[in-house]
């Protein structure tokens, strides 16, 4: 996502993407219980815990340049830590567990982690955040330009380590950057709108989510050198997952109690992102109460007044379901693969990812 996005006046904020893999509240009676979905350990696969620790340093001083303020800003959230997801993923899909990661499988990580990272600098721009891995944002700590170029900066790096390994990893790179850029802005242009459609919403996740997903587990499919049948399956995997991903973080969104998120219950709903619980709502027999409230900024109590129409409409059922037929099509994809650790080690991460939902 580009500056000239980003610099142009006021835009309503824009949800977070892909950061909550470690809270998941199961929902029942008393207290939700937090449930820690740990990618890593999901996964299991042989030699990926010690890749991934070679992978840390490594990203770091993909962005350090030696000028102390520019390296201290691209490197604010590599240093908060996080899940490392996406990196883990192509890690995974080069190796199968059979062999330590190549410095290449390990640089195609690191070019799909900046990107990620430059489009969370962005975001928090957009949304005008204040924290994020549980540190204070660039944007909050240095202002909203430097958190804009310093964000296009890690775009840059992204970009010419991707051309170092290759024309075929360059061009994924690029083009997932145009479909990030897409669903951005199909997020943007669909805020606040009630009749947003649900091909808006799958147009959007597809975009600030499934994408970038589905290029992490297909780069990992380039630098081992994999062929067409084993990439189109990493593809399909990831793109998959990808969406149960934000499904699952769209319907916690709703479910959840203030707090246990890092963010107020039903922050979408306040900042105009109508995620698929809230379209089916708005479609149901009383969806036009939700109307009435929806469409514009909410304050605390109409938040709560919507959050829980929302909930006792049939839209949080056919969120999961939604959710569990992306989680059959990810280990469909997953039992095309050659590697059996991969195969099993995929599939447990999708199911996994279910984990503390509600039961549809």
């Given at each position: 996502?580009?500056?000239?996005?980003?610099?142009?006046?006021?835009?309503?904020?824009?949800?977070?993407?892909?950061?909550?893999?470690?809270?998941?509240?199961?929902?029942?009676?008393?207290?939700?219980?937090?449930?820690i979905?740990?990618?890593?350990?999901?996964?299991?696969?042989?030699?990926?815990?010690?890749?991934?620790?070679?992978?840390?340093?490594?990203?770091?001083?993909?962005?350090?340049?030696?000028?102390?303020?520019?390296?201290?800003?691209?490197?604010?959230?590599?240093?908060?830590g996080?899940?490392?997801?996406?990196?883990?993923l192509?890690?995974?899909?080069?190796?199968?567990g059979?062999?330590?990661?190549?410095?290449?499988?390990?640089?195609?990580?690191?070019?799909?982690?900046?990107?990620?990272?430059?489009?969370?600098?962005?975001?928090?721009?957009?949304?005008?955040?204040v924290?994020?891995?549980?540190?204070?944002s660039?944007n909050?700590?240095?202002?909203?330009?430097?958190?804009?170029?310093?964000?296009?900066y890690?775009?840059?790096?992204?970009?010419?380590?991707?051309?170092?390994l290759?024309?075929?990893?360059?061009?994924?790179?690029?083009?997932?950057?145009?479909?990030?850029t897409?669903?951005?802005?199909?997020?943007?242009?669909?805020?606040?709108?009630?009749d947003?459609?649900?091909?808006?919403?799958?147009?959007?996740?597809?975009?600030?989510?499934?994408?970038?997903?589905?290029?992490?587990?297909?780069?990992?499919?380039?630098?081992?050198?994999?062929?067409?049948?084993?990439?189109?399956?990493?593809?399909?995997?990831?793109?998959a997952?990808?969406?149960?991903?934000?499904?699952?973080?769209?319907?916690?969104?709703?479910?959840?109690?203030?707090?246990q998120?890092?963010?107020?219950?039903?922050q979408?709903?306040?900042?105009?992102?109508?995620?698929?619980?809230?379209?089916?709502?708005?479609s149901?027999?009383?969806?036009a109460?939700?109307?009435?409230?929806?469409?514009?900024?909410?304050?605390?109590?109409?938040?709560?007044?919507?959050?829980?129409?929302?909930?006792?409409?049939?839209?949080i059922?056919?969120?999961?379901?939604e959710?569990?037929?992306?989680?059959?099509?990810?280990?469909?994809?997953?039992?095309?693969?050659?590697?059996?650790?991969?195969?099993?080690?995929?599939?447990?991460?999708?199911?996994?990812?279910m984990?503390g939902?509600?039961?549809?």
């Amino acid at each position: 996502m580009g500056s000239c996005v980003k610099c142009t006046g006021r835009v309503r904020p824009t949800r977070r993407q892909g950061e909550r893999i470690d809270e998941v509240i199961s929902s029942g009676p008393g207290t939700p219980i937090v449930v820690i979905v740990d990618p890593l350990a999901s996964l299991s696969i042989p030699l990926l815990g010690e890749d991934m620790k070679r992978f840390e340093p490594l990203l770091a001083e993909s962005v350090v340049i030696g000028d102390p303020f520019l390296d201290q800003v691209t490197t604010h959230l590599i240093l908060a830590g996080g899940k490392r997801l996406r990196p883990m993923l192509a890690i995974a899909s080069a190796t199968g567990g059979t062999r330590e990661a190549s410095q290449d499988d390990l640089l195609g990580g690191v070019a799909l982690e900046l990107m990620h990272l430059a489009s969370l600098y962005h975001d928090d721009v957009m949304d005008e955040a204040v924290v994020r891995r549980n540190v204070e944002s660039v944007n909050a700590r240095y202002g909203n330009l430097i958190a804009i170029v310093a964000g296009d900066y890690l775009m840059a790096r992204s970009a010419a380590i991707a051309a170092d390994l290759g024309t075929a990893v360059a061009g994924l790179l690029a083009r997932t950057l145009a479909l990030l850029t897409q669903g951005q802005v199909s997020e943007v242009r669909t805020s606040f709108k009630i009749d947003r459609s649900v091909d808006d919403y799958y147009e959007a996740i597809g975009g600030k989510t499934a994408a970038l997903m589905a290029t992490s587990c297909r780069i990992g499919g380039l630098t081992a050198g994999l062929g067409t049948s084993e990439l189109d399956a990493l593809s399909a995997y990831g793109y998959a997952l990808g969406i149960v991903f934000q499904l699952r973080d769209d319907i916690l969104d709703v479910v959840a109690i203030d707090g246990q998120l890092g963010k107020p219950a039903g922050q979408d709903l306040a900042e105009g992102i109508y995620t698929l619980p809230v379209l089916v709502a708005l479609s149901d027999r009383n969806g036009a109460q939700l109307a009435e409230i929806l469409g514009g900024p909410l304050d605390e109590d109409a938040r709560e007044i919507a959050r829980r129409l929302v909930v006792a409409s049939p839209g949080i059922d056919e969120a999961l379901a939604e959710a569990n037929r992306h989680v059959s099509a990810a280990t469909e994809a997953a039992a095309e693969l050659s590697s059996p650790d991969l195969q099993r080690g995929f599939a447990a991460l999708a199911s996994e990812l279910m984990l503390g939902l509600p039961v549809g």
